[in-house]
């Protein structure tokens, strides 16, 4: 669709090919983004809250991988 604006996870692979790295999913980021902060030592329940987890227990198996 000509002049249609595209989300940035569907701009991702191509601009991440333009760029010379690695095949990337936008979903991939989000892990990034856990491990980060969780590198950071921010609070588990912040970074749930910041990637929209419902619950804990889907955020917390990152934790035990980082910590």
Do not use: C, W
Request: aromatic fraction near 2%; charge should be positive; charged fraction near 25%.
């Amino acid at each position: 669709m000509r002049g249609a604006i595209r989300a940035p996870r569907n701009r991702l692979p191509n601009t991440a090919r333009k760029a010379g790295l690695r095949r990337i999913r936008f979903h991939d980021l989000r892990h990034s983004t856990a491990t980060l902060l969780l590198r950071q030592d921010i609070a588990l329940v912040v970074i749930r809250e910041l990637l929209g987890h419902a619950h804990i227990g889907v955020t917390a198996p990152s934790a035990t991988l980082v910590r």
